[in-house]
């Protein structure tokens, strides 16, 4: 690590942090439309999430200060916890415990997986300390971070490994829906600006304004999408709660989402993560396969349609998955039923799983 530090102070600094901070974000926006526009015309699935996160990449690592507004970020979860709601009628709480042992096993296999490979790193001696247990955790990203600075990792590799994999899952799972599934998708064009229901509206902003004070009164970790997500599938159902979320908000919540992932790959992160680099990808790119494998198996002894599978057991990302399930033709409430259980899984039981492995004797210490 000595060596990455002097290397960071010894590196000449990119031009674009010199530049006034209004030009760079007019930098971002137009590198985003610049990125965006191609994957639109090629109808890949999230363009809107993925053009402003290539963006963002981009301009991190060009050492730029900007960054999204903490407050902003937290209502586009919210928002997009909103999408997840939409899809997560009762009647799928009855599918997940009519078909538990398919969510179970489902679950259970990514989480061991995940970890199974953090544990791996960590023998290897391939990120320091225990920073690899805690950026294996496939969900829970804040939460980890967190967790991971109280312990003594270095949250900066553990911010790494955690936003890289959510790229490589949302550029996967976009690939994937785009030209591996003939046939799965829907093209058709977007109503940019349709009527919208002024109530159903109001109700729905009020869920996302009750969920970000509930999560801010009582400390929920991730609350800001569990809430609302929790909170609107339950009043969809109970309450004839009816979601609207205009075309519009939905592609701003989804840039603001890119933007805010892209620029957390800071120059000083990617210098400090190089070496370990292939390893990390390695391993990143073999839970992404394993996953594959799962969800080949899901079609094979489940009869779960290939896209549908695949984006249910793609590790992480829920938010992007979310995205991307909504602009295809797959079963969204078995997707988001899996994503949003593994989620809810990581959360509680990540932290205390990846403290115990860490302090295992057989573990390398710092």
């Known amino acids: 690590m000595d060596d990455i530090r002097r290397a960071d102070s010894a590196a000449p600094r990119f031009a674009l942090r010199g530049l006034p901070l209004p030009l760079q974000w007019v930098l971002l926006i137009g590198l985003s439309v610049v990125v965006l526009v191609p994957l639109e015309l090629v109808h890949l699935p999230a363009a809107l999430l993925l053009g402003p996160m290539v963006a963002a990449i981009a301009m991190g690592a060009g050492d730029v200060k900007i960054k999204v507004p903490a407050a902003a970020f937290t209502v586009a979860q919210a928002v997009i916890g909103c999408l997840m709601a939409r899809a997560l009628p009762a009647s799928i709480f009855v599918e997940l415990a009519r078909q538990w042992p398919i969510y179970l096993i489902g679950i259970g296999s990514v989480i061991a997986v995940a970890f199974g490979l953090g544990i791996l790193l960590t023998r290897l001696r391939v990120l320091p300390g225990t920073t690899a247990i805690w950026g294996s955790a496939p969900g829970a990203s804040t939460a980890m971070i967190l967790m991971a600075d109280a312990f003594g990792a270095d949250t900066r590799l553990v911010a790494f490994m955690l936003y890289l994999r959510v790229v490589l899952v949302a550029f996967a799972a976009s690939i994937v829906s785009r030209f591996f599934v003939s046939g799965e998708m829907v093209q058709v064009a977007t109503p940019w600006f349709p009527p919208v229901a ?18 801010r009164l009582f400390k929920v970790p991730a609350g800001a999408i569990i809430l609302p997500m ?3 599938a339950a009043l969809q159902d109970l309450a004839g709660l009816q979601i609207e979320l205009p075309p519009v908000l939905l592609a701003v919540c989804y840039t603001l989402v890119g933007w805010t992932i892209g620029l957390r790959f800071t120059r000083d992160i990617l210098l400090h993560a190089a070496r370990a680099l292939p390893a990390v990808l390695g391993s990143m790119l073999a839970l992404l396969a394993i996953c594959a494998l799962f969800a080949v198996a899901l079609v094979q002894f489940a009869g779960i349609d ?9 590790p992480g990302g829920a938010d992007s998955v979310a995205i991307i399930a909504a602009s295809t033709r797959v079963d969204v409430p078995f997707v988001m039923a899996m994503q949003a259980g593994r989620f809810i899984v990581v959360l509680l039981i990540g932290p205390p799983l990846a403290r115990f492995i860490a302090t295992r004797s057989w573990m390398p210490k710092a």
Do not use: D, H, N
């Open 306 to 314: 290939p896209l549908s599978a695949y984006l249910a057991t793609s």
């Open 198 to 215: 002024a109530i159903p509206f109001a109700e729905t902003m009020a869920i996302v304004v009750v969920s970000l004070v509930a999560s």
């Open 230 to 232: 929790l909170l609107g």
